[in-house]
Every structure is written in structure tokens, then in C-alpha cells.
T-cell receptor, first 114, second 115 residues
Framework: GNSVTQMEGPVTLSEEAFLTINCTYT??????LFWYVQYPGEGLQLLLK?????DKGSNKGFEATYRKETTSFHLEKGSVQVSDSAVYFC?????????????FGKGTHLIIQP | DAGVIQSPRHEVTEMGQEVTLRCKPI?????LFWYRQTMMRGLELLIY????????DSGMPEDRFSAKMPNASFSTLKIQPSEPRDSAVYFC?????????????FGEGSWLTVV
């Protein structure tokens, strides 16, 4: 079956530090990959996505590259801000599975200190 | 365009009471999903609909939970009777077939506390 594994954290960084949140996946088909972000007290928002191998998704200074050879979709940001503090979820949608909902990782709680 | 709209945003209820959560998906979307989020179990898919028809309810925890979608613009998730272990955030989400990557869009969630 499909699964997503990501570092759970919490991950605590200082402002302007470099961020990497690792995400690896297993899937039966050719999945699309997503990062969602959940700010305190809010719902999940799509941060970025990639639909095929070697695609790079980017938004708000965050990037992730779809690496089929390593089955990974690591999230990176060159300089984090306090406002980036949130929970980040890696997810996949398996096109081979048709209409299934997303398979989520457990989420990584990111804390950015001033 | 309006996003996925859920109500109520917050609900506190006593054990044994019936709880009804409501969702209005994004107009034109043909898939609707109900997820539950807890600290212990993370995000779990409870049930999803395609064109108002339930497709997979294998994630529904037990018979106390039921979901309906009487039309393309409205769905409910009902818990009867509610128990303290049902306390969680319940998310509704929707998707349009054929959109890039099958992106799913989430509502703000309904934060349920059963005491």
C-alpha cells in the first residue's frame, strides 16, 4: 500500500536558518506529491506540489523536488522566518489508485525562534 | 472563489449527544472527503464521495459515525452517540477530477470536544 514517512520533530531553528524536512514515500503507481502546511488553529493549506519525476514545486520560498530514484520529496527553505512556524505534512496521491484521498505523513512541527 | 466551508468551527458537547458537522465543497468539485485529525493518529481518511455517492467508507471508525451527501453542494458527518474519544478536528475537503495532480482543498476544520 501507499505510505509517507517524514521526520516528526519538533524541529526548532533560529530565524534565517536553512530548513530541510525529509519526506520519503512508497506507492504502487506514479504518485503526485504534495506539501501542506497547517498554521496554529487553522486548516491545511496546499504549500506546493509536483506531479512527475524531477518536477520542482515551489511557493513562498519553499521548494521540493520529486526524486523518483530515491522516492523522496524533501522540503527546503533557504532562510526561515518566525511566521513559518507551523506543522508541515507531506502527502501523496497515487494516480494508479484513481480516486483515493491523499495519504499523509504524520506531520513535522516546525518552531522558528527569533 | 469560496473555498471549502465547514460548520460549526468549534463545538463542545456532552457524551451521548448527537453531533452533526456540515460541509459545502468548492463549487463544481466532484469529490468530497472527510478526514479526522488527532494527536495520536494524525490525519485519517474517514469516507469519500464521488458525484454525491459514497465510494469508500472503510475509514469510518464504527457505526456511531455516518455521512451523507444529499446533493453536490452539501455533506454531513454525524456522530450518534458521541464519546470523549471522538474529540478531534474533522476536516472536509474537495477535489475536481483532472485537476493538476489531483490536488485536494481543505476546509478550516470543525474542532470537536466531547466531555
Amino acid at each position: 500500500g501507499n505510505s509517507v514517512t517524514q521526520m516528526e520533530g519538533p524541529v526548532t531553528l533560529s530565524e534565517e536558518a536553512f530548513l530541510t524536512i525529509n519526506c520519503t514515500y512508497t506507492a504502487t503507481g506514479y504518485p503526485s506529491l504534495f506539501w501542506y502546511v497547517q498554521y496554529p488553529g487553522e486548516g491545511l493549506q496546499l504549500l506546493l506540489k509536483a506531479t512527475k519525476a524531477d518536477d520542482k514545486g515551489s511557493n513562498k520560498g519553499f521548494e521540493a523536488t520529486y526524486r523518483k530514484e530515491t522516492t523522496s520529496f524533501h522540503l527546503e527553505k533557504g532562510s526561515v522566518q518566525v511566521s513559518d512556524s507551523a506543522v508541515y505534512f507531506c502527502a501523496l496521491s497515487d494516480s494508479g489508485g484513481g480516486a483515493d484521498g491523499l495519504t499523509f505523513g504524520k506531520g513535522t512541527h516546525l518552531i522558528i525562534q527569533p | 472563489d469560496a473555498g471549502v466551508i465547514q460548520s460549526p468551527r468549534h463545538e463542545v458537547t456532552e457524551m451521548g449527544q448527537e453531533v452533526t458537522l456540515r460541509c459545502k465543497p468548492i463549487s463544481g468539485h466532484d469529490y468530497l472527503f472527510w478526514y479526522r485529525q488527532t494527536m495520536m493518529r494524525g490525519l485519517e481518511l474517514l469516507i469519500y464521495f464521488n458525484n454525491n455517492v459514497p465510494i469508500d467508507d472503510s475509514g469510518m471508525p464504527e457505526d456511531r459515525f455516518s455521512a451523507k451527501m444529499p446533493n453536490a453542494s452539501f455533506s454531513t458527518l454525524k456522530i450518534q452517540p458521541s464519546e470523549p474519544r471522538d474529540s478531534a478536528v474533522y476536516f472536509c475537503a474537495s477535489r475536481l477530477t483532472g485537476n493538476s495532480g489531483n490536488t485536494i482543498y481543505f476546509g478550516e476544520g470543525s474542532w470537536l470536544t466531547v466531555v
